[in-house]
């Protein structure tokens, strides 16, 4: 599955059939450059390491291998797993959502109220690690730990921040009633099994401690009518959702979190919910700033976001995928709609 592939190009035609059908022009043209596959040796993805060396930590160099799809680089650990890239490109990309999310939520990393000693914190699919390093800035008390299935976090980080290669669907082997906070960002689209994940958190957190959640609604809302029935963005999730399922992850289980998390055993939950604006259209200067960081972002990674669920989920050739992100791309250049995502804050305390 996870390996370099070229496809014969096909522009598909308006598919009346399908509910989630773009119309598509003839730019196969364009499509066949934009996914010009990238050469699996290259020398300067070898870099990357992790730091720590716990029983988690697995060095051996599959671990630390890469695969190349469609022209974008994925984790070799667990492969497949995941279905969204790894590449400089994503970082970027992940680093800039981490800095909107952040000014959205008022320049908290966290709400749980973990109190300002911490001990043990443990951030699962950390991504680029960005989250880690700042909270280990934070809580200098902490022995903050970073787990993901690519190891693409940096090697200078704070004394206190460790990397490890791990997939956080499988049994830790952490020691139970360990941690003061599990905290778990933007992973609905990650993870097959949310509900394992809690219950597996909940043995590792100490009584006492927290869960935290940042979860969005991949569902755009509008609140003043200038959000149109076929809203593109809307069809775009929609298609990428449908290859996803397919694929395990349930990318709108946001709304169901607040129950799996009561259900994994927490109590005192929080469920709160924090609007990101897609676009500059908001007056408040803050939210306005995350607008634009979105925008951005949904357009900088529409590739990225796209191609693994709908090759992979789909069956759709990776031309197709383009003459799709192509119609997308125009539709979402219409200023005129004021969409906004809801990012849910979900945390909850295992009972003392
Ligand atoms: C959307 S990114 C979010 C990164 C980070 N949480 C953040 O908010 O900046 C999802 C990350 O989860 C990782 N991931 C996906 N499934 C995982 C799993 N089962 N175990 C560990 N990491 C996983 C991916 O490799 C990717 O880096």
């Not at 755009?220 to 959000?227: F, N, R």
Request: aromatic fraction near 10%.
């Amino acid at each position: 599955m996870a390996t370099a592939s070229s496809s014969t190009p096909q522009a598909r035609s308006r598919d009346t059939s399908d509910p989630h059908a773009l119309d598509i022009q003839d730019a196969a043209q364009q499509a066949e450059t934009a996914i010009e596959p990238a050469t699996d040796g290259d020398s300067s993805y070898e870099t990357d390491s992790v730091a720590g060396g716990s029983e988690m930590t697995s060095l051996s160099s599959s671990v630390r291998d890469y695969t190349f799809e469609n022209g974008r680089r994925y984790h070799r650990f667990r492969e497949g797993a995941y279905n969204f890239p790894n590449d400089d490109a994503e970082q970027d990309r992940e680093d800039m959502k981490h800095a909107l999310v952040v000014a959205a939520c008022g320049d908290k990393l966290a709400f749980a109220p973990i109190g300002n000693k911490p001990q043990r914190i443990i951030d699962l699919g950390t991504g680029t690690g960005i989250w880690c390093i700042e909270v280990g800035d934070q809580y200098p008390s902490a022995q903050v730990v970073g787990i993901d299935l690519s190891p693409i976090q940096p090697v200078w980080v704070p004394p206190n921040v460790q990397f490890l290669v791990d997939d956080a669907e499988s049994p830790w082997t952490f020691p139970n009633d360990y941690f003061d906070l599990v905290h778990c960002r933007h992973m609905v689209q990650a993870f097959k099994d949310y509900s394992k994940a809690l219950s597996t958190a909940y043995k590792h957190i100490k009584p006492g401690g927290w869960v935290e959640l940042q979860e969005l609604i991949y569902a755009p809302k509008c609140d003043d009518g200038t959000m149109p029935d076929d809203y593109v963005l809307k069809i775009f999730l929609d298609n990428v959702k449908e290859g996803l399922t397919r694929l395990g992850p349930d990318m709108y289980a946001t709304a169901k979190l607040p129950g799996k998390v009561k259900d994994a055993g927490f109590v005192n939950i929080t469920d709160r919910v924090v609007k990101l604006p897609v676009g500059p259209w908001a007056k408040n200067k803050t939210l306005k700033k995350v607008g634009l960081y979105l925008y951005a972002g949904i357009m900088d990674g529409l590739q990225a976001i796209a191609m693994g669920p709908m090759t992979r989920g789909l069956g759709k050739t990776p031309v197709e995928v383009e003459l799709f992100l192509k119609e997308v791309r125009e539709g979402m250049k219409d200023s005129k709609v004021h969409s906004y995502f809801d990012m849910h804050i979900i945390y909850g305390q295992k009972p003392e």
